[in-house]
């Protein structure tokens, strides 16, 4: 099946501090990316959604300059957290969407924790 | 708005007991339903999709259902074992999205399967 990779699986950074996490499909073409956050037992709740080569759309509520995400080829997005505090610890979840199939295939998580 | 929800939240049964997991969703109106897995601190694997033209779809001891008039889908799981034991997620995609992917996600029901 379709592997979708995430790095870092884990980060811990300072508050004020940016952080960038990328999210790869490794056997296929993703059109299309999603970012999204997930609290301690909690679901997933979408932040944005990333067409290759252009602006990414982003979900009511999310900060559009704190939360960069960037989709510059068919195999790679990259959301970058600005500014971290703590607030903004969560496990952060990436999913990729082929050309043909509607299933969405999704990556380990990053777990980001601001001190 | 679409809105998704799992009934129950948490689950505790023995080993060897067939069981159902349950999700409704408020707009009949989807495009697909999946089902996923996801073991603490990880991200999810995808289970069963079911298209809205589907009424169900099997693999291995699981058994995905779907009643779109309802708004309702269950998730039927034989013999469970230790192994099953997770968080399984229901997630929607709408047809009014069907272009963006946009899934909306059930809070997730944690299965404990107690040798």
């Known amino acids: 099946g379709a592997v979708v990779s995430q790095h870092p699986s884990w980060v811990i950074c300072k508050s004020g501090t940016s952080v960038k996490i990328e999210c790869r499909s490794l056997?296929?073409?993703?059109?299309?990316m999603f970012w999204y956050r997930q609290f301690p037992k909690q679901s997933l709740m979408l932040m944005a959604t990333?067409?290759?080569?252009?602006?990414?759309?982003?979900e009511q509520g999310v900060e559009k300059d704190k939360f960069l995400i960037n989709h510059a080829s068919l195999t790679l997005s990259t959301l970058t957290v600005t500014s971290a505090h703590p607030e903004d610890s969560s496990f952060y979840i990436c999913?990729?969407?082929?050309?043909?199939?509607?299933?969405?295939?999704f990556g380990p998580g990053t777990r980001l924790t601001v001190t | 708005k679409q809105e998704v929800t799992q009934i129950p939240a948490a689950l505790s049964v023995p080993e060897g007991e067939n069981l159902v997991l349950n999700c409704s969703f408020t707009?009949?109106?989807?495009?697909?339903l999946q089902w996923f897995r996801q073991d603490p601190g990880k991200g999810l694997t995808s289970l069963l999709l079911i298209q809205s033209s589907q009424r169900e779809q099997t693999s291995g001891r699981l058994n995905a259902s779907l009643d779109k008039s309802s708004g309702r889908s269950t998730l039927y799981i034989a013999a469970s074992q230790p192994g099953d034991s997770a968080t399984y997620l229901c997630?929607?995609?709408?047809?009014?999205?069907?272009?963006?992917?946009?899934?909306?996600f059930g809070q997730g029901t944690t299965l404990q399967v107690k040798p």
């Open positions: 990333s067409n290759e080569g252009s602006k990414a759309t982003y």
């Open positions: 056997d296929f073409q993703a059109t299309t």
């Open positions: 999913s990729a969407r082929g050309v043909g199939p509607h299933e969405q295939y």
């Open positions: 997630a929607v995609h709408s047809s009014y999205s069907s272009n963006t992917g946009k899934l909306i």
């Open positions: 707009d009949s109106a989807i495009y697909n």
